[in-house]
């Protein structure tokens, strides 16, 4: 296991369409999350799944943005009818054991431009 | 909810100076304060963390204090090398909230040879 893998790395997209990206979490990991990061920022919490099932939104993910974790391993996270304020790092953690309170693994993240 | 801050957002320091960034949080629940490294195109690096029943933590050139009572922690980086360069940043998190990271704004280290 290699870590968190994140796909693509780059994203060009013409403003209105469609995005997907995909995380690949470490494999024993059941907590996965989903950031935001935009240039001069810290990441921002967007949504987190323990094993399949989505726990917490933030306020931050409007309507046209969708995640699924179907069986509990890899997830994706869908921009619908994108904006040009959607372009961000988008950012994938995963964490082992949440009774440990542990820290992430984050992967490389896919950039998203909106053109 | 959570709120972190820190400072300052860009930092200089001469090759073999220390470097100090400081942090603050706000919940009190907070219990555990990761620090990450995050160089360019890449994802952040967690280099050290700290929980709530320690007041310091050392890894080689790498520190942390936590001052719970005033709710402020620090990342100590001693003997700076050109590598040290790069963007850093603190957060919070607790059990309570589902061991939710909350980051600060980040600090941009530049070491000067």
């Known amino acids: 296991d290699t870590g968190v893998s994140q796909d693509p790395r780059h994203k060009i997209t013409k403003r209105g369409q469609n995005v997907t990206f995909r995380c690949d979490p470490i494999?024993?990991?059941?907590?996965l999350y989903w950031y935001r990061q935009t240039l001069g920022q810290g990441p921002e919490f967007l949504t987190y799944?323990?094993?399949?099932?989505?726990?917490?939104k933030s306020r931050l993910l409007s309507d046209r943005f969708s995640a699924e974790r179907p069986k509990g391993s890899f997830s994706t996270l869908e921009i619908q009818r994108t904006e040009q304020g959607d372009s961000a790092m988008y950012l994938c953690?995963?964490?082992?054991?949440?009774?440990?309170?542990?820290?992430?693994?984050f992967g490389s993240g896919t950039r998203l431009t909106v053109v | 909810g959570e709120n972190v801050e820190q400072h300052p957002s860009t930092l200089s320091v001469q090759e073999g100076d220390s470097a100090v960034i400081k942090c603050t949080y706000s919940?009190?629940?907070?219990?555990?304060f990761p620090w990450y490294k995050q160089e360019l195109g890449k994802g952040p690096q967690l280099i050290i963390d700290?929980?709530?029943?320690?007041g310091e933590k050392k890894d080689q050139r790498i520190a942390v204090t936590l001052n719970k009572t005033a709710k402020h922690f620090s990342l100590h980086i001693t003997e700076t090398q050109p590598e040290d360069s790069a963007v850093y940043f603190c957060?919070?998190?607790?059990?309570?909230?589902?061991?939710?990271?909350?980051f600060g704004s980040g600090t941009r280290l530049s070491i000067r040879p």
């Open positions: 494999s024993e990991h059941n907590r």
């Open positions: 919940d009190s629940a907070s219990n555990y």
């Open positions: 799944f323990q094993n399949e099932a989505q726990l917490e």
């Open positions: 953690a995963s964490m082992g054991s949440a009774a440990k309170n542990d820290g992430y693994t």
């Open positions: 957060a919070a998190s607790s059990y309570s909230s589902a061991s939710k990271i909350i």
């Open positions: 700290i929980r709530s029943n320690v």
